[in-house]
């Protein structure tokens, strides 16, 4: 049976009938009607909307009070919220990358072609998914000067391979090699293995989520959520929210503290969190545990 037609007819409107639209809707705008502008301009209606649900009761009219700062306040916190995760992933990032090939490239039984051999991965599966990400990098600059130079064996050493492959596919990467070769590497940070192999899962969806600009302060990433480790269980959250920022947080703070116990991410980020809008929460219903925060997190020696 064919489906009916459901037209969408909405037409497109400019920033200022936006505005217009807003406050039909029963947001405040005294006083900042410029800055609204430019953020509708410059932002954009719809990217904006998702900040402004929370501010909205069921029929999508603002709660009393609600002004455009609000909106941008959420907006501004949710930013700084990701670049701050994202300047922890790019170095944890690089410590894998370095960790697989250290590991493993000086490793007597494996060397510097080693994924070349399917013994060390824990399926035939695993190493031919692998084999056909390498051959799709082959434009990628560290491989170019391989092949540009070098006929034989076939592919580049691993160190060349790791350079160019994304966050994501060194997961894929990490996960698909033999259980010996996960234990070797997670030794490098501390962890279990498959604490460090649910750990970088969980981070490569953040990182997406971060460099596509998605919502992050109140989203709740439910798909490869990290798993817990015993050592620190109590920093993170209660398990009904292992889906929350917090719970990600509490993995790249870890892992910075194994890569260089010098670091400074965890006053980043505490910075970050002390910004979070509270006044404009409460006018949206919301508490800070919608992040998952650990009540009292800030103090904990963990974090300091």
């Known amino acids: ?16 009938a936006l505005l ?6 029963g947001l405040t705008t005294r006083g900042q009607s410029a800055l609204a502008l430019q953020a509708l301009t410059y932002i954009g209606y719809y990217r904006l909307l998702i900040y402004m649900r929370p501010l909205q ?19 501004n916190f949710d930013r700084e919220l990701r670049l701050v995760c994202l300047d922890a992933i790019e170095r944890i990032e690089v410590a894998f990358r370095a960790a697989i090939a250290n590991t493993l490239a000086n490793d007597r039984t494996c060397g510097p072609h080693f994924y070349l051999d399917a013994i060390h991965f824990e399926s035939g599966d695993d190493h031919r998914n692998f084999l056909r990400n390498v051959v799709g990098l082959r434009e990628n600059l560290p491989m170019k000067h391989y092949y540009s130079t070098y006929n034989t064996p076939s592919l580049p050493p691993i160190w060349a391979v790791l350079e160019a492959m994304s966050i ?12 010996d070769h996960r234990k070797s590497i997670a030794a490098c940070f501390g962890y279990d293995e498959s604490v460090i192999t649910s750990w970088l899962k969980s981070l490569t969806l953040l990182r997406n989520l971060c460099a596509h600009h998605s919502r992050l302060w109140n989203t709740s990433i439910t798909s490869n959520a990290p798993k817990y480790a015993n050592a ?9 929210d292992r889906g ?13 503290h194994a890569i260089d116990p010098s670091s400074n991410w965890n006053d ?5 969190m002390a910004t979070l809008p509270l006044a404009t ?10 992040l998952g925060l650990v009540q009292g997190w800030e103090g904990r020696p963990f974090w300091n």
């Open 57 to 75: 009761d069921a029929a999508k009219q603002f709660h009393p009070g609600v002004r455009f700062d609000d909106i941008l306040a959420l907006y």
């Open 244 to 256: 929350r920022v917090f719970s990600r947080a509490v993995v790249a703070q870890a892992l910075m």
């Open 168 to 179: 994501g596919q060194l997961s894929k990467l990490l996960a698909g090699l033999h259980l």
């Open 268 to 272: 980043k980020f505490k910075q970050v």
């Open 232 to 240: 620190i269980q109590a920093e993170f959250p209660p398990q009904v």
């Open 281 to 290: 929460m409460a006018k949206a219903g919301c508490v800070p545990s919608v």
């Open 20 to 25: 217009k639209h807003l406050r039909a809707k």
């Open 1 to 16: 049976m064919p489906l009916t037609p459901v037209v969408y007819a909405k037409p497109a409107k400019t920033p200022k």
